[in-house]
């Protein structure tokens, strides 16, 4: 299912920029707001059908459009990612986030995305919220994460394990990149 939320939050993010709209602008022509749209753009929600049909009119596709590609899955019983094929993935405006995605795979019924969440000194990103659990293993360096008003300092080896639906942020108020394992259930 996580497989599908990126297919589709990616083509509704593409759509919009090719137009030149601001998510400030859709929201304005769609009566959603502005965060539930980047929720969805992000990968963080599952956007209700007459949301998506009031996107897809906004966007002016067909939802059908939207969906394409949705569903369609070939999973092989394993899975095998050389360092090379990493691809970055673009997730709401931040300034010194940058997430590089090592897997994302649903079957049986486990939807499961794995990234390498590098945080640069200072690096600054509105709280979120996310549907699903986080697993957050420091590999290296230290952070402070912000859970609603609690800020828990980690350090290198120390795992965070949260429900996503609390809105949440790292941060990292050092002056070395932080490097983490973030696994999304």
Known sequence: MRQNLIKLGSSIKALRKEQN???????ETTALT???LSRIENFRTIPSLPVLLKIAEALKV?????LTGIGETDTP????????E???VERENNRGFIYEMLLDRESSGLNLQTLILNIEPGAIREKVKT?????VFILTGNIVFCLEDE???LSEGDLLFFDGNIEHVPENPGNKTAILLVVYL
């Open 21 to 27: 709209l601001t998510l400030a602008a859709l929201s």
């Open 34 to 36: 502005a965060g539930l």
């Open 62 to 66: 067909t939802p059908a459009e939207l």
């Open 77 to 84: 019983s394993w899975t095998l990612v050389k360092k090379n």
């Open 86 to 88: 990493r691809t970055t």
């Open 131 to 135: 549907d699903g659990d986080q697993f």
């Open 151 to 153: 800020k828990i300092n």
